[in-house]
């Protein structure tokens, strides 16, 4: 009778620790270090681009071909060059990312000296949107960003290149957005692609880039996501910059994914 009434106690106390050992309805409790667990979900690093330094600001042009001219002419000197539009109706130059003002000044004087350019500004970084990021926050430069880009529209797209399949037309107004915001995006479409960090196109905010696949199934072409299913791009030699909507079947067969920087 001892016995009896030993076990008669043990009974819930051990069919307690069974369960809790091999859990409920017949099924094993898996332990939090169990290998049957899967491997936590990895974090997402976010890709950054870095920011531009003091760059050189020249010319003063009513047309964009004169400015675009400029444009290359540094171009073939080895430098990042890319026209804006300054306010309607006027067109500027900027080129170059240089450490220090005194190593930008150095060079803008050495251009004069060569009459390529005349008077010029050293924009310090300060004076770049991105500048203000920290106390605005990444909403004022995605506002931002979608405002230069806006700037552009119905400009003629004159920056040219040696290869439509590099998408590097399209993405010299990408690279224009950005750089005049103190961004240092990468001049093409396949390695603005590669720099940022990846976005489902259900979470899409402005500012974010918009890449498409040419026949080959490869990037060919980038444009700027301005905000409810529209994005704004250069649609190609001989046509004017414009806004377009994702939704069109071309795009949206074509779309293969998007790339934030902030």
């Known amino acids: 009778m001892g016995m009896r009434k030993y076990m008669a106690a043990f009974f819930p106390i051990g069919l307690l620790i069974l369960t809790l050992l091999?859990?409920?309805?017949?099924?094993?409790?898996?332990?939090?270090?169990s290998p049957a667990l899967p491997a936590p979900a990895k974090t997402v690093e976010r890709k950054e681009l870095s920011r531009l330094a003091y760059t050189i600001q020249a010319g003063a042009f009513a047309s964009a071909e004169n400015a675009a001219r400029l444009t290359q002419s540094l171009q073939q000197k080895g430098l990042d060059a890319t026209y804006f539009v300054a306010r309607e109706g006027l067109y500027k130059v900027r080129f170059g990312n240089f450490p220090t003002r005194e190593q930008a000044r150095a060079r803008a004087e050495e251009l004069r000296n060569t009459g390529l350019i005349e008077e010029f500004y050293v924009v310090s970084p300060e004076e770049y949107a991105v500048a203000k990021r920290e106390a605005l926050g990444d909403a004022y430069i995605r506002e931002e960003l979608v405002r230069t880009a806006r700037s552009f529209l119905d400009v003629p797209y004159l920056w040219g290149g040696t290869s439509v399949e590099t998408g590097f037309d399209c993405s010299g107004l990408t690279m224009t957005i950005y750089q005049l915001n103190g961004f240092d995006l990468p001049r093409t479409s396949r390695d603005q692609f590669a720099a940022g960090s990846s976005v489902e196109r259900s979470s899409l905010a402005k500012g974010d880039l918009l890449f498409f696949a040419g026949a080959e199934g490869k990037v060919s072409h980038v444009g700027?996501?301005?905000g409810n299913g529209m994005f704004i791009h250069a649609p190609g030699r001989g046509k004017k910059i414009r806004t377009d909507s994702l939704a069109k079947e071309h795009f949206s067969r074509s779309f293969v994914g998007a790339r934030s920087y902030l």
């Open 22 to 33: 091999f859990g409920g309805c017949g099924r094993p409790a898996v332990r939090h270090d």
């Open 224 to 226: 700027i996501y301005a």
